[in-house]
């Protein structure tokens, strides 16, 4: 069971735009920064979005990060096959001192 | 370039212990925080352990606390995974990660490959 809440699999068509949501509490997305990390299929994980809504250097502007109370969620418009990978939110919990992370939402582009 | 490689996974059986090293080039490593992330077969990942830029700071997931011991060696750039009375809900994927900073945070980036441990009898 994981402290960071996620939707299990959801699914898009090239082009469309899907929103992957990211629950939490007060002790954690409530009172930190989200980030987001993408995981391709036989492939180690990669940063996505940092502080909520950053995109590091090399992630396309399709890719958007929002956060409001305590839940956050990541955008991803335009939608692409190579887009068909694992999701992960993450934010530090004040209560466990340590990460937390959600427990994966399986994109699948149909 | 930055490159993290781990090592020193294998095939243990319950109550077994295993040390995980992760052989870091590319950046000054002192500068850094590092950590062990896994990936569970059918599960998501978890955070396992974290450690400060001069590893005067460690952190632990509960479901490791007391039984792994993350460390880190400045002088060979690597970091370390010492797993003791392991169990079979620790079979894994485990990768190492960069930190932003010195201090521990939720960022990982980059991770290495990974190394797999089985624990099974």
Do not use: H
Not at chain 2, 25 to 33: D, E, I, K, L, R
Not at chain 2, 66 to 85: A, E, H, K, V, W
């Amino acid at each position: 069971q994981s402290v960071l809440t996620q939707p299990p699999s959801p699914s898009g068509t090239p082009g469309q735009r899907v929103t992957i949501s990211c629950s939490g509490s007060s002790s954690n997305i409530g009172s930190n920064t989200v980030n987001w990390y993408q995981q391709l299929p036989g492939t180690a994980p990669k940063l996505l979005i940092y502080s909520n809504n950053q995109r590091p250097s090399g992630v396309p502007d399709r890719f958007s990060g929002s956060k409001s109370g305590t839940s956050a969620s990541l955008a991803i418009s335009g939608l692409q096959s190579e887009d068909e990978a694992d999701y992960y939110c993450a934010a530090w919990d004040d209560s466990l001192n340590g990460p937390v992370f959600g427990g994966g939402t399986k994109l699948t582009v149909l | 370039e930055v490159q993290l490689l781990e090592s020193g996974g294998g095939l243990v059986q319950p109550g077994g212990s295993l040390r995980l090293s992760c052989a870091a080039s590319g950046f000054t490593f002192a500068s850094y925080a590092m950590s062990w992330v896994r990936l569970a077969p059918g599960r998501g990942l978890e955070w396992v352990s974290s450690i400060s830029g001069g590893g005067g700071r460690t952190y632990y997931a509960d479901a490791v606390k007391g039984r792994f011991t993350i460390s880190r060696d400045p002088s060979s750039n690597t970091l370390y995974l010492q797993m003791n009375s392991l169990r079979g809900e620790d079979t894994a994927l485990y990768y190492c990660a960069r930190d932003q900073g010195t201090t521990v945070t939720t960022w990982f980036d980059p991770w290495g490959q990974g190394t797999l441990v089985t624990v099974s009898s």
